[in-house]
């Protein structure tokens, strides 16, 4: 029997190290505790839902929350010299993961420290990848090109394969008729994205739907409350006639559409792998931008854009994220058929590049295996 203490600390995170625990829990022989979301929560009494107050973003956020991260990194601290578990798996969530990697090595744990979901040191911070070589055991990355820039560092690592593959296919498999008439419109899983893209999306609706007559638009939120919210901005815009709020959800409506405009984020991933034609959009707050204009060190932000080494989906940032350059990007989309499809195509040779499904199980095979790696060393 071996012991797991796993860190999730976003809702992406919650559902990853959730499927990560099933598929080793199904091989017999495991127990979990930690921190992470609900569904990690149903399957262990030992974990507990830190997410309403873990998941946040921006750097102006984290920084209002100092103190009860600084609390939370000692209660893991503790609670790991504590329960002594053979290995802690860290999912995503670098600002605290990496940390709290740092800290128990400092600590002298003995035990197997993995890493489940890279963070985009690749984007940010490729001198981290240093760093992370001398503090982890083992890599499992989702995206192809990460296995050589970590391997590259002398840390095993291994490509899973990227879980949406899986959680997608029952959705493409339902080949949903495309609606030439329906717009996308997805700002966002959380509050202050809605907030600072929505009435972007609404201005360019507006534009839009006065250069094709009859032209409508859809529009979904992460939640009943975010439904409302969305529903309220589209009132106040006087587009009700005009924008379908909620009646689907957003995966269902980037398979419904003909084109779309969606919020920087894993929705971009979701729409290439649904075969979305779309642009992509992004505002934070002043702070947050200057912050990562210093330290980012990639061209793009869109992961579809990183995976192909080029602009294939249009971004749309900060000042640039303006109703009217939304307009004018569906625009084009819409009035040029053959660049619909030509993107469309483009976007299924980036998704075919993340594996043909199966990821969690390649994952719990990389996290059993971990333990075996001295051996099979020594044999070598």
């Known amino acids: 029997m071996k012991s797991l203490f796993l860190i999730a600390g976003e809702v992406s995170g919650d559902a990853h190290a959730s499927a990560l625990m099933e598929s080793l829990a199904g091989r017999g022989g495991w127990t979990f505790s930690g921190f992470g979301g609900p569904r990690m929560a149903a399957l262990a009494d030992g974990v507990e839902d830190w997410l309403g107050e873990a998941a946040v973003l921006g750097l102006w956020e984290v920084l209002k929350k100092y103190s009860y991260f600084r609390r939370k990194m000692e209660e893991a601290l503790a609670r790991i010299d504590r329960e002594r578990p053979d290995g802690v798996v860290l999912v995503d969530y670098p600002g605290f993961n990496l940390r709290l990697a740092e800290r128990l090595r400092r600590a002298g744990y003995s035990g197997k420290i993995l890493y489940y979901i890279s963070p985009q ?30 391997e590259a560092s002398g840390l095993p690592t291994v490509f899973a394969g990227h879980p ?10 339902r080949r949903m008729e495309r609606d030439e008439g ?3 419109l997805l700002p966002g899983s959380r509050e202050r994205e809605i907030a600072a893209l929505f009435p972007r999306m609404l201005e360019a609706a507006s534009i839009l739907r006065s250069r094709f007559p009859g032209l409508r638009f859809a529009t979904a939120g992460a939640s009943p409350a975010l439904n409302a919210r ?11 006639a005009d924008v379908e709020v909620g ?23 979701e729409a290439a792998c649904l075969g979305l034609p779309y642009c992509l959009v992004y505002r934070v707050a002043w702070l947050t931008a200057f912050a990562a204009r210093r330290v980012l060190s990639v061209k793009h932000l869109g992961i579809v ?11 749309l940032l900060q000042e640039r994220a303006s109703g009217a350059a939304i307009a004018e990007e569906l625009g084009r989309l819409l009035e040029d058929g053959d660049a619909r499809e030509a993107l469309r195509a483009e976007l299924a040779s980036v998704v ?18 971990a333990w075996s790696m ?7």
Request: overall charge neutral.
């Open 352 to 369: 075919a590049r993340l594996g043909e499904g199966g990821s969690h199980r390649r994952a719990a095979e990389a996290v059993a295996s």
């Open 374 to 380: 001295e051996k099979e060393g020594a044999q070598a």
């Open 305 to 315: 854009n990183v995976i192909a080494g080029r602009e294939l989906v249009r971004e």
């Open 182 to 184: 329906l717009v996308a």
């Open 121 to 150: 040191v690749w984007a940010w911070k490729k001198g981290r990848v240093r760093t992370m070589a001398r503090l982890l055991d083992r890599m499992i990355c989702i995206f192809p090109f990460e296995k050589e820039l970590y």
């Open 247 to 269: 009646a689907s959800t957003s995966q269902e409506i980037m398979c419904r559409a003909t084109v779309g405009v969606v919020a920087s984020g894993t929705a971009t991933l």
């Open 230 to 240: 969305l529903a309220e901005m589209v009132r106040e815009a006087g587009l009700e």
């Open 164 to 173: 949406l593959v899986d959680s997608l296919a029952p959705l493409v498999a």
